[in-house]
């Protein structure tokens, strides 16, 4: 069975700070991996994704991710945080869409950005 | 464009009573439907999924239940709400094929007293 694990629940950085959030997959056969994030009492929003080739990806807002297969991981990194960053987080992995493949979401980390 | 759209924004039902959330996607044709449940600190719970009209998948046993009367609407409904229905419910939508990439609507804020 695939599944995500995201170790911190919270995490708090000074603004201007590097970032660094941690996933963790499970998965069957090779991922499709995806960053989300999610502002308070709205949607998810698709940060970025990996589908194959390039092992650093790059996405919207200045956030970019690495997928590392030896330790199945895909950490989201982002060099100087800005206080419009503090939402919550989410990793997720899937296959191809189709024969009811479906993504499978971490539980989250909740990013605070102090002035 | 793809939008997807999702209401009642938010919703007070009393224990008992019953629940009709609506989602529709506009700019595509087929797409997979979704309706996923946030709670706080347990992140999103897959409840239901939909990969053509009538068709529905039903992940984890509950008091809810799903339709999909129209190839871009899908609607989760309850007869009688339970106070652990409290939630954030969130419809998304994939394309039935390729890399199952998923577009969120702006979720519907349930809360049962």
């Known amino acids: 069975a695939q599944s995500v694990t995201q170790p911190d629940i919270h995490i708090t950085v000074s603004e201007g700070a590097s970032l660094e959030l941690r996933c963790n997959y499970s998965?069957?056969?090779?991922?499709?991996l995806f960053w989300y994030v999610q502002s308070p009492g709205q949607g998810l929003q698709l940060l970025l994704k990996?589908?194959?080739?390039?092992?650093l990806v790059q996405g919207i807002k200045g956030f970019e991710a690495e997928f590392k297969r030896s330790q199945s991981s895909f950490n989201l990194r982002k060099p100087s945080v800005h206080w419009s960053d503090a939402a919550e987080y989410f990793c997720?992995?899937?296959?191809?869409?189709?024969?009811?493949?479906?993504?499978?979401f971490g539980t989250g980390t909740q990013l605070k950005v102090e002035l | 464009s793809q939008t997807i759209h999702q209401w009642p924004a938010t919703l007070v039902q009393p224990v008992g009573s019953p629940l009709s959330l609506e989602c529709t996607v506009e700019?595509?044709?087929?797409?997979?439907l979704y309706w996923y449940r946030q709670a706080a600190g347990r992140g999103l719970q897959l409840l239901f999924y939909?990969?053509?009209?009538?068709?529905i998948s039903s992940e984890v046993p509950q008091n809810l239940s799903a339709s999909r009367p129209q190839d871009r609407q899908f609607i989760l409904s309850s007869k009688k709400l339970l106070l652990s229905d409290s939630g954030f419910y969130l419809c998304?939508?994939?394309?039935?094929?390729?890399?199952?990439?998923?577009?969120f609507g702006a979720g519907s804020r349930l809360t049962v007293l």
């Open positions: 997720a992995v899937g296959g191809l869409a189709g024969g009811g493949n479906k993504l499978t």
């Open positions: 939909s990969v053509g009209i009538g068709q």
């Open positions: 998965y069957g056969a090779t991922p499709y």
């Open positions: 700019g595509t044709s087929n797409p997979n």
């Open positions: 990996y589908f194959s080739g390039d092992t």
């Open positions: 998304a939508w994939g394309r039935g094929s390729g890399a199952n990439v998923l577009t």
